[in-house]
């Protein structure tokens, strides 16, 4: 399955954006969803993930992005977000969203193929 990502842009240090995750097969059979994000000659990196179940859902952040940004999931809209506030310049990045594997104690596969993901540009 392919998700969507879409609600990028160019902000400033400090604003805010949220980005929109989704498929036109919509999302709701799948458990956990990741957004990552690559910058520039970099790696591309797991920045949240949530993972819903019958008794509420979990979510994890890569340290550098914990207090600022924010993941959720609207099941009604079929979306998942990314709330990111405070943003830097260093979160400049095209960010993806996928379903993910998880095995329980911390390590993250993403599934699926990735979609054109959305550009996140943060200026000084």
């Known amino acids: 399955v392919q998700l969507q990502a879409s609600g990028g842009g160019l902000v400033q240090a400090g604003e805010s954006l949220r980005l929109s995750c989704s498929s036109s097969?919509?999302?709701?059979?799948?458990?956990?969803i990741g957004w990552w994000r690559q910058a520039p000659g970099k790696q591309r990196e797991l920045v949240a993930v949530i993972s819903s179940g019958s008794s509420g859902s979990t979510t994890n952040y890569t340290s550098s992005v914990k207090g600022r940004f924010s993941i959720s999931r609207d099941f009604a809209k079929n979306t998942v977000y990314l709330q990111m506030n405070g943003l830097k310049p260093e979160d400049t990045a095209v960010y993806y969203c996928?379903?993910?594997?998880?095995?329980?104690?911390?390590?993250?596969?993403?599934?699926?193929?990735w979609g054109p993901g959305t550009l996140v540009t943060v200026s000084s």
């Open positions: 097969g919509g999302i709701f059979g799948i458990t956990t």
């Open positions: 996928s379903a993910v594997d998880s095995d329980g104690v911390g390590n993250y596969l993403a599934l699926g193929s």
